[in-house]
T-cell receptor, first 117, second 115 residues
Framework: DTGVSQDPRHKITKRGQNVTFRCDPI?????LYWYRQTLGQGPEFLTY????????KSRLLSDRFSAERPKGSFSTLEIQHTEQGDSAMYLC???????????????FGPGTRLTVL | AQSVTQLGSHVSVSEGALVLLRCNYS??????LFWYVQYPNQGLQLLLK??????LVKGINGFEAEFKKSETSFHLTKPSAHMSDAAEYFC?????????????FGTGTLLAVQP
C-alpha cells in the first residue's frame, strides 16, 4: 500500500500562469476527492469522482479550475490564470466506493502547496 | 446540510495531562463523524470514525471520542498527552446522499503539549 501520492509537493508560480497538479489514488479506490486548505482553516471540498465520472463540484471550483480523471485512475487539477487568492494547500483523497461504502475512510495524500506571487 | 464547529482554535496541555478537543455538529440526517490529525506539511490521517455503531469510538494512538446525540457533540479525548500528540486536529462530518459524498471539516484545533 503506497498511499495517495501527489505531485508536485510545492509549486510557486506567478499570477496569471496556469498550473496543473496530479494525484495518484490508492489502487482500486474508485472514489477520488479534491479539497483546498487555506492557512488556519479546515479543508474545503472542491470536487469528487466516482471512477472517471465527476459527480459533484463545489461552487469554490470557478471556471478557472478544471479536474479530470480520464481513465478512472489518476486525476489532474488545473488552475488557469492563477490569482493570489488561489494560494493554498490542495489535498487529494481516495476511498473505496460502491453501495454502502459512502462512510468509508478517505485516505489523504500529502498535498500540493501552491504559492501565487 | 451538515456543519461542524470546533471550539478552541488552540489548546495547550502539559505532558501526561488529559486532552479534550471539542466538536459539535449539526445534521438533518444520521451523522457520520470523523477525527483527523494533521502534522506540519503533511496530509490528514484518520484517528477514528463514528458510523452509528458504538457511541464510544476508540482510535489510534490512545484517542477516543464519544458520540452524544442529545448534545450533538463528538469530543475527542486522550487520558495522557504525549509530546508527539502536538499537531492540528480536525473534526469532520460526512455530507452524503444522492451524488453527494464529501467531508465537511471544522476549522481545526492546534494542540500544543508542554513538557
Amino acid at each position: 500500500d503506497t498511499g495517495v501520492s501527489q505531485d508536485p509537493r510545492h509549486k510557486i508560480t506567478k499570477r496569471g500562469q496556469n498550473v496543473t497538479f496530479r494525484c495518484d489514488p490508492i489502487s482500486e479506490h474508485n472514489r477520488l476527492y479534491w479539497y483546498r486548505q487555506t492557512l488556519g482553516q479546515g479543508p474545503e471540498f472542491l470536487t469528487y469522482f466516482q471512477n472517471e465520472a465527476q459527480l459533484e463540484k463545489s461552487r469554490l471550483l470557478s471556471d478557472r479550475f478544471s479536474a479530470e480523471r480520464p481513465k478512472g485512475s489518476f486525476s489532474t487539477l488545473e488552475i488557469q490564470h492563477t490569482e493570489q487568492g488561489d494560494s493554498a494547500m490542495y489535498l487529494c483523497a481516495s476511498s473505496p466506493g460502491g453501495r454502502g461504502h459512502y462512510y468509508n475512510e478517505q485516505f489523504f495524500g500529502p498535498g500540493t502547496r501552491l504559492t501565487v506571487l | 446540510a451538515q456543519s461542524v464547529t470546533q471550539l478552541g482554535s488552540h489548546v495547550s496541555v502539559s505532558e501526561g495531562a488529559l486532552v479534550l478537543l471539542r466538536c459539535n455538529y449539526s445534521s438533518s440526517v444520521p451523522p457520520y463523524l470523523f477525527w483527523y490529525v494533521q502534522y506540519p506539511n503533511q496530509g490528514l490521517q484518520l484517528l477514528l470514525k463514528y458510523t452509528s455503531a458504538a457511541t464510544l469510538v476508540k482510535g489510534i494512538n490512545g484517542f477516543e471520542a464519544e458520540f452524544k446525540k442529545s448534545e450533538t457533540s463528538f469530543h475527542l479525548t486522550k487520558p495522557s498527552a504525549h509530546m508527539s500528540d502536538a499537531a492540528e486536529y480536525f473534526c469532520a462530518a460526512l455530507n452524503y446522499g444522492g451524488a453527494t459524498n464529501k467531508l465537511i471539516f471544522g476549522t481545526g484545533t492546534l494542540l500544543a503539549v508542554q513538557p
